[in-house]
């Protein structure tokens, strides 16, 4: 996998948002939220993700904008250690849940635990 996060590889489809909120697993890694649902897709994507800030917390989007925009490359620089041994398609949601402003090191680092809890989650669910 390369360290790329392409059109393709983007959560768009607002009938699968709205399944990954009704139905799906979640893990936290405050200030950083997965959800998550085992899916399948035309393409040979192993996984399509989302990033989300809120409104509430963030009132200018300059804010929302800025977090979105971390998140995205948090995930972009670590999605291939923790994904290339996928076998299962899978759509995420990363949300910012914290109440102030991140900096990039700090969204990094949580995005590493945010993503070893979901490994040990899916293997733990995987083995029963």
Same mark, same amino acid.
Not at 37 to 59: C, L, N, Y
């Given at each position: 996998?390369?360290?790329?996060?392409?059109?393709?590889?983007? #959560? *768009?489809?607002?009938?699968?948002?709205?399944?990954?909120?009704?139905?799906?697993?979640?893990?936290?890694? $405050?200030?950083?939220? #997965?959800?998550?649902?085992?899916?399948?897709?035309?393409?040979?994507?192993?996984?399509?993700?989302?990033? !989300?800030? !809120?409104?509430?917390?963030?009132?200018?989007?300059?804010?929302?904008?800025?977090?979105?925009? #971390?998140?995205?490359?948090? $995930?972009?620089?670590? *999605?291939?250690?923790?994904?290339?041994? #996928?076998?299962?398609?899978?759509?995420?949601?990363?949300?910012?849940?914290?109440?102030?402003?991140?900096?990039?090191?700090?969204?990094? &680092?949580?995005?590493?635990?945010?993503?070893?809890?979901? !490994?040990?989650?899916?293997?733990? &669910?995987? &083995?029963?």
């Amino acid at each position: 996998m390369k360290f790329t996060f392409s059109p393709k590889e983007k #959560l *768009k489809s607002k009938k699968l948002i709205d399944q990954l909120f009704a139905e799906g697993q979640s893990v936290i890694a $405050y200030p950083l939220r #997965l959800v998550f649902i085992k899916t399948a897709f035309e393409d040979d994507i192993i996984a399509k993700t989302g990033v !989300s800030v !809120s409104k509430r917390q963030f009132k200018t989007a300059v804010a929302r904008n800025r977090i979105k925009r #971390l998140m995205r490359e948090a $995930y972009r620089l670590n *999605k291939a250690v923790y994904f290339d041994n #996928l076998t299962n398609q899978y759509a995420f949601m990363v949300l910012y849940i914290g109440k102030e402003l991140p900096t990039f090191e700090h969204v990094e &680092t949580k995005m590493k635990n945010l993503f070893n809890k979901f !490994s040990n989650k899916v293997s733990e &669910t995987e &083995t029963h």
